[in-house]
Nanobody, 124 residues
Framework: QVQLVESGGGLVQAGGSLRLSCAGS????????MGWFRQAPGKEREFVAA????????NYADSVKGRFTISRDNAKNTMYLQMNSLKPEDTAVYYC?????????????????WGQGTQVTVSS
């Protein structure tokens, strides 16, 4: 079982940037596909971005494409989400997740392990 811990959330003004990190422990993440999801108040959890085990393939939700960048450092057992040009509608709790298949899937049901989440609030 892998444990995931997100960090880097906070309060930022519209147009600003944040970098989220997802650190793994318990076992190596290098064979896992990884994803970011978010859940806003009163809404269902939605896909944000995913990256395959090698870091060579990525997938983004249309709402964040061109503004967010997912990456990973397998040597550090860590995944990142660089978020630029943030909008108030990006406000949500952001979760990282690990998929033992190693793929970069957008369905939350593909993921076996989840972090506790980190709050991102974008003010207008």
């Amino acid at each position: 079982q892998v444990q995931l811990v997100e960090s880097g959330g906070g309060l930022v003004q519209a147009g600003g940037s944040l970098r989220l990190s997802c650190a793994g422990s318990g076992r190596t993440l290098r064979t896992y596909g990884m994803g970011w999801f978010r859940q806003a108040p009163g809404k269902e959890r939605e896909f944000v971005a995913a990256i395959d085990w090698s870091g060579g393939y990525t997938n983004y939700a249309d709402s964040v494409k061109g503004r967010f960048t997912i990456s990973r450092d397998n040597a550090k057992n860590t995944m990142y989400l660089q978020m630029n040009s943030l909008k108030p509608e990006d406000t949500a709790v952001y979760y990282c997740a690990a998929d033992k298949s190693g793929r970069y899937r957008s369905s939350q049901y593909a993921y076996d392990n989840w972090g506790q989440g980190t709050q991102v609030t974008v003010s207008s």
